[in-house]
């Protein structure tokens, strides 16, 4: 069964940069994509971004590219997030998914094509 454990969330002002950190067990996690979604309060679960099973490939939303980018260590089994220029509509509770199916050549966006939901953690932009 796929645990993830998402840590680094905070309370940071707008202009600020945050680094999440995903530690995920339970599978073999050097032949997974990863990704990373958010929901804000009143909205829907949306895709922020991924990146394939070696690294190769990554994608992000709209939203945050230039700003968001997305990392992995295979040898921690360990994927990053490092946010900066944060927005306060950024603020949103941000999980950490494993792809359901392994070498993707490609970057996943849909929740259902994820897997080891966790509780997430809260990231708060604000003044």
């Known amino acids: 069964q796929v645990q993830v454990v998402e840590s680094g969330g905070g309370l940071v002002q707008p202009g600020g940069s945050l680094r999440l950190s995903c530690a995920v067990s339970?599978?073999?996690?050097?032949?997974?994509?990863m990704g990373w979604f958010r929901q804000a309060p009143g909205k829907e679960r949306e895709f922020v971004s991924g990146i394939t099973w070696n690294g190769g490939t990554t994608s992000y939303a709209d939203s945050v590219k230039g700003r968001f980018t997305i990392s992995r260590d295979n040898a921690k089994n360990t994927v990053y997030l490092q946010m900066n220029s944060l927005k306060p509509e950024d603020t949103a509770v941000y999980y950490c998914?494993?792809?359901?199916?392994?070498?993707?050549?490609?970057?996943?966006?849909?929740?259902?094509?994820?897997?080891?939901w966790g509780q997430g953690t809260q990231v708060t932009v604000s003044s």
């Open positions: 339970g599978l073999s996690f050097s032949i997974y994509g």
């Open positions: 998914v494993a792809a359901s199916i392994a070498f993707n050549r490609w970057v996943r966006t849909r929740t259902d094509e994820y897997r080891g």
